[in-house]
């Protein structure tokens, strides 16, 4: 049963990136019709083997987390909304256990980072389909089916320090190099989004993609060469001027203090988060809060920001102390591992001051997966996984 639990995990990250693409008439998207048999397997699983493994510092802060945020509905400002927030958040919780219960070895942690970049491929191929379709999902602009352009070109800029780390160590060279493929074809699916914050994050995640050449063979070195200057020609042959046009526009957008109107958006969350700063104005509420200095409802632009908003200095304090303990880990983690998740969570981290990925499944998977591998090389340094090869380490 264990192992058949660790597979709808498998399943489930695997989803993620396409979760908006598959949407089940009357249950949902896929990644919650999954979710939900996953979540089920996994509480037979643990009721047969009675045994259920001690929570770690993330586990018992999410908890704390979580309890905020359900009693943030006493004085929410929207019941509806604070409710449906509050189901997220739970669904989330069974998400972040699910992964420290199934995926304590390195093995299964390496297979989940797998998981991702895979179903990742998906969205990536159907952006490219839709530029060759001239299918624009708003001006000039290109997308996933069922994606904003900033949402999946963020989920998109991920995978790349992921696909590279196990593209450049696994021992199967035909899958080896089909995550080191990622790497060109999610750049171009970025560019093609046209979204400046997921470009932003792309440049962040290929910044570990170069520094990691000195680790690579000689004839590694030369098939990413070759792999750099075929999808540059690519790239700069292909890809249409009004992409590269808006993209371009990323200094003056900073300079004149516009983002995409984003900083009126920030500027009314801040004037929300003056009238109610220690306790928020109830979870799922940011939208409602800003509509009386904005004249309309908006979502949030920043994850920050928007559980200040919500949850208040508590509630950031503690979101902030789970990222913090679940990165503590890092220290013992081998060099090349702690670099992968720095530069993991600094794209995530440049993605979400324009995204309020609070209750996204990415964010969580992150923050899970990071937790689990820092408690697993706390435990004991295990030997390097089957899949990876350790001449080349």
């Known amino acids: 049963m264990d ?97 420290w219960e199934f995926a304590q070895s390195e093995e299964r942690q390496i297979k989940l980072m797998m998981a991702y970049v895979l179903g990742a491929f998906i969205p990536i191929l159907s952006i490219i389909n839709a530029f060759i379709e001239g299918e624009q999902s708003s001006y000039f602009r290109y997308s996933a089916q069922g994606f904003d352009p900033n949402d999946i070109g963020l989920t998109i800029a991920i995978g790349v320090p992921i696909a590279w780390y196990i593209g450049t160590f696994l021992k199967d060279k035909i899958l080896s190099k089909a995550f080191c493929l990622y790497v060109p074809l999610a750049s171009i699916a970025i560019i093609l989004t046209a979204s400046r914050s997921s470009f932003i994050c792309l440049m962040v995640a290929l910044v570990f993609v170069i520094s990691s050449f000195s680790r690579l063979s000689i004839i590694h070195k030369f098939a990413a060469f070759f792999l750099v200057l075929t999808s540059s020609f690519f790239i700069f042959k292909y890809i249409p001027s009004y992409s590269w046009a808006r993209l371009m526009t990323i200094g003056s957008q900073v300079s004149e203090g516009d983002l995409g109107s984003r900083f009126n958006i920030w500027r009314a969350g801040l004037e929300a988060f003056s009238h109610d700063p220690l306790f928020g104005t109830g979870i799922g509420t940011f939208s409602t809060s800003v509509e009386k200095f904005l004249g309309t409802p908006i979502s949030p632009h920043n994850l920050f920001l928007s559980i200040m908003v919500d949850l208040g200095i508590v509630g950031l304090f503690i979101f902030l102390a789970i990222v913090i303990a679940a990165l503590v880990g890092l220290k013992d983690m081998d060099s090349l591992k702690r670099r992968l998740w720095i530069f993991v969570f600094a794209t995530w981290f440049v993605g979400v001051m324009t995204l309020g990925w609070a209750h996204r499944k990415p964010t969580w998977f992150l923050i899970s997966l990071v937790a689990v591998q820092g408690a697993t090389y706390l435990k004991k340094p295990e030997k390097v996984h089957a899949y990876v090869s350790s001449a080349k380490i």
Request: aromatic share 14%.
């Open 3 to 99: 192992k058949w639990t660790f597979r709808l995990l498998w399943l489930l990250v695997f989803s993620i990136p396409i979760e908006n693409m598959i949407v089940l008439p009357g249950v949902g998207t896929i990644s919650r019709s999954i979710g939900i048999v996953a979540a089920a397997a996994a509480i037979l699983s643990v009721s047969i083997k009675q045994e259920v493994r001690k929570p770690g510092p993330v586990q018992c802060l999410f908890v704390c987390f979580f309890l905020w945020i359900a009693i943030s509905f006493y004085w929410s400002t929207e019941l509806q909304n604070s409710m449906d927030a509050i189901k997220l958040y739970a669904k989330q919780g069974v998400f972040v256990w699910i992964i």
